[in-house]
């Protein structure tokens, strides 16, 4: 048994037994790193010395038997949340040498918990990608297929989960970088509803969208982790005041007589038909341990892909303007201040971030914010009033995660909106600010993870991954393992 291959559940038992150290998995897990990162690519920094100085404390701590639910656990940070004095980088050329003086709320809270930090993951710079091929450094690379894309935004910390480098990491979710490469890669994907997580140290893409949520091998572990990094945070005015319930509490309750709805508008044409007949076999197996499926409609579904692409670039418009060259980050001297300004983001931002710039920049534009910008903050309020309305007639909605499995990389470079696509199942739950989890749920003929969505109500986490667990103990999906 290697040490690197155990779940998070697996090594807290070994580790509170003494039956191994945390030096040993430590050890174990650098060495996976060094076995098969180099065809992985899903770091951006490793942090081996970091590592080693949180292991003595929390083997301290185990040895004392002091609490901490995560103690010793290694787990990997998508490099867009700040960690005190590593560098942070948002895999963008404009923050390559930006190291953080202060630590976001999610990584403090997991060192009061006594994790160790593995490294940051790469990700599409400043989130914005599907496939991780537009981070500014490399392309991370899926561990069932290498020469295809592993999802994006967060495909460093899914790439880092299914291929072993970590037993967990943290991703965000904009409109589906947790759940879709959680799906491409065949791990679990948990995006809490807005407000759950704080969003604190988290470098901003679009703020009313971003989300933080754990990426695991199994449902079991999302649930310890969001006990862990959840709850209202005082240094972010977007984290709710509500109660945290024991999410784990939940796990291995009875589903039956839970009413399951399926929107029709999430079956269409250009599915791959593998994902089709792994979701609705998914779906049937669901029904077999007692839950009723019952067929609805989200019927504006049509409009969120348009109405997600003008809100994410607005917000990243305004968000990306503190990136001038002046206080931190890189910079492209010029002539005069305006020179200065123009080459530093010339070179310093990638050609989809610019794309994206240029996007909401025109939506926000005098003569265009009424028919653009505050069209689809109407049209947002009709998505989320269909989740609500939908919601009120089932306990939780099941969608595919991806229309397709994993694609080659390079195969949608060239097609922006083809790219933008990948994300149609998943950008209508941060529109309506709702959570969703992505599980393992079939493969195809060509051996590729297919996720299954299940999406809940408003701060009620509890019963996806009631429904998530369940469905996860009733098949072996979540047991397959990539051969690298």
């Known amino acids: 048994m290697e040490l690197y291959t155990l779940d998070i559940s697996e090594l807290r038992r070994l580790l509170d037994r003494r039956e191994v150290s945390v030096g040993e998995v430590v050890d174990s897990v650098y060495k996976r790193i060094d076995a098969v990162e180099g065809r992985v690519k899903a770091f951006v920094t490793l942090t081996k010395e970091e590592a080693l100085k949180m292991a003595g404390p929390a083997q301290k701590k185990i040895d004392n038997k002091e609490p901490g639910t995560l103690l010793g656990i290694p787990i990997a940070i998508k490099d867009n949340m700040c960690a005190k004095g590593i560098r942070t980088t948002c895999s963008s050329r404009i923050l390559e040498k930006f190291v953080p003086p202060y630590e976001s709320t999610v990584t403090s809270r997991l060192k009061e918990h006594g994790y160790i ?102 449902v079991s572990d999302a649930a310890l982790i969001m006990n862990v990094i959840s709850g209202r945070d005082l240094l972010d005015s977007t984290s709710a005041p509500v109660d945290v319930p024991d999410f784990t ?56 892909i348009a109405t997600y692409y003008l809100l994410a670039t607005s917000e990243a418009s305004s968000n990306l303007a503190r990136y001038d060259g002046v206080k931190y980050g890189f910079r492209e001297n010029g002539k005069d ?37 505050k069209k689809a903050q109407q049209a947002r309020t009709l998505i989320k009033k269909d989740f609500e309305q939908a919601l009120k007639t089932v306990d939780i909605i099941v969608t595919p995660t991806s229309p397709t499995a994993a694609f080659k990389i390079g195969e949608k470079a060239d097609d922006p909106l083809q790219m933008y696509l990948s994300d149609i199942f998943t950008i209508s739950v941060n529109l309506a600010g709702v959570p969703a989890i992505s599980i393992p749920c079939g493969f195809t003929r060509d051996d590729l993870p297919v996720g299954l969505q299940l999406i809940g109500r408003h701060f009620d986490e509890e019963t996806i991954l009631k429904v998530a667990y369940a469905y996860e103990q009733s098949t072996e999906w979540h047991k397959r393992k990539p051969k690298l």
């Open 117 to 218: 930090l593995v490294g940051k993951t790469n990700l599409d710079e400043f989130a914005m990608g599907s496939s991780t091929e537009n981070s500014g450094f490399h392309t991370t690379r899926n561990p069932w297929d290498t020469a295809r894309i592993p999802g994006g935004s967060s495909g460093g910390s899914t790439a880092a989960v299914a291929a072993d480098e970590c037993m967990a990491a943290l991703g965000s979710d904009t409109g589906g970088s947790i759940r879709q490469p959680a799906s491409l890669c065949g791990v679990v994907g948990l995006k809490p509803t807005y407000g759950r997580v704080s969003r604190y140290g988290l470098v901003a893409f679009a703020s009313s969208l971003d989300q933080i949520g754990p990426i695991t091998k199994n």
């Open 337 to 373: 201040l305006l020179e200065m300004y123009m080459n530093t983001r010339a070179a310093g931002f990638g050609a989809e971030v610019k794309r994206r710039i240029m996007l909401g920049t025109y939506a926000l534009s005098s003569g265009y914010y009424d028919a653009y910008y």
């Open 249 to 304: 509490r939940i796990l291995g309750q009875d589903v039956r007589g839970l009413k399951i709805g399926v929107p029709k508008e999430y079956f269409i044409e250009g599915m791959e038909e593998d994902v089709v007949n792994s979701v609705k076999a998914a779906v049937r197996q669901i029904e077999s341990l007692g839950a009723v499926p019952v067929e609805i409609s989200l019927p504006h579904t049509d409009y969120a």
